[in-house]
């Protein structure tokens, strides 16, 4: 084979692996899409259940952490929020929600430690996207299907703001030796990353109204909602905030930095349907 015949080959070769590539691309993004418009739309047996929800939530929250260990509803404060929820199909929902609470503790009340004296409140900001899985086949307005228990979980958002009782902001004092450097330790952020999961019940009070009690958990990654997870760091300074009861030497443990802080939101949501389908075409009253 000759020299320039071998190029023609060559430049062939590359020119069918490029479009063969480029085929790659090109098929990658079609089923992107497919699956993109799968996951938001719905599939078309369940049009006729594709509808948007918004809401409005009330109810409660508290919080598990180094002031209160163990005990639900303790010192819990009311909390109110909003919801959209989009329902994809009688078993699947997606819903947006904010929820804003304040949670408290004291050892006063709980007793964890007994000589520590610490307390503390903060209100928490906290959005969350979450699924819903219906045990039951559900759809607002249904007249056979209509009130089911479910599962959610998802991932969520949240700003807190930690406070003592007598409206104190804690976090800019260093109460565990952040300002001074003790330990190499740094200033917390008032944010954080949430795992929110939980159980709820559903009914439809009638064709565009929906009525749900809801139990959510927040799983954080942060042990300072309370402002308490290591230990004390020097009781000279006699920082009231720190070490009320000035009776603990430099590391004398303060918390528990190994557990995370929790807080939950428990209540009651009562939202509207906006239908996102034709209803010349596909009847609520089958369902």
């Given at each position: ?259 995370k802080d929790w807080y939950n939101f428990t ?21």
């Open positions: 084979m000759s020299g320039l015949n071998k190029k023609k080959l060559f430049l062939a070769l590359k020119i069918s692996m490029k479009e063969n590539k480029n085929m790659r691309k090109v098929n990658n993004l079609k089923y992107l899409i497919v699956v993109l418009i799968m996951m938001f739309s719905g599939f078309p047996a369940n049009a006729q259940t594709k509808s948007l929800e918004l809401g409005l939530f009330g109810g409660t929250s508290y919080y598990i952490g180094d002031l209160n260990p163990a005990i639900p509803y303790n010192m819990a404060q009311l909390a109110y929020g909003g919801v959209v929820r989009l329902n994809t199909s009688p078993r699947w929902t997606f819903k947006l929600s904010y929820s804003r609470g304040k949670v408290k503790g004291n050892d006063n009340v709980t007793k964890a430690v007994t000589n520590r004296n610490l307390n503390f409140v903060s209100t928490i900001n906290d959005f969350s996207l979450t699924t819903e899985f219906n045990f039951w086949e559900y759809f607002t307005g249904s007249k056979k299907n209509f009130f089911t228990p479910y599962l959610f979980g998802g991932v969520g958002f949240f700003m807190f703001n930690t406070k003592a009782f007598d409206g104190t902001p804690l976090q800019p004092l260093g109460t565990e030796g952040q300002n001074a450097g003790f330990n190499n330790r740094k200033p917390y952020v008032k944010y954080g990353v949430s795992v929110p999961f939980g159980i709820g019940f559903k009914y439809s009070i009638n064709e565009k109204l929906s009525l749900a009690f809801e139990w959510g958990m927040r799983k954080t990654f942060t042990d300072y909602i309370d402002d308490v997870s290591t230990t004390y760091y020097d009781n000279s300074i006699n920082d009231p905030y720190s070490d009320p009861t000035a009776s603990h030497d430099a590391y004398q443990q303060r918390g528990n930095s190994k557990t209540g009651i949501t009562l939202t509207y349907k906006f239908d996102l389908y034709n209803k010349r075409n596909c009847h609520v009253g089958k369902w």
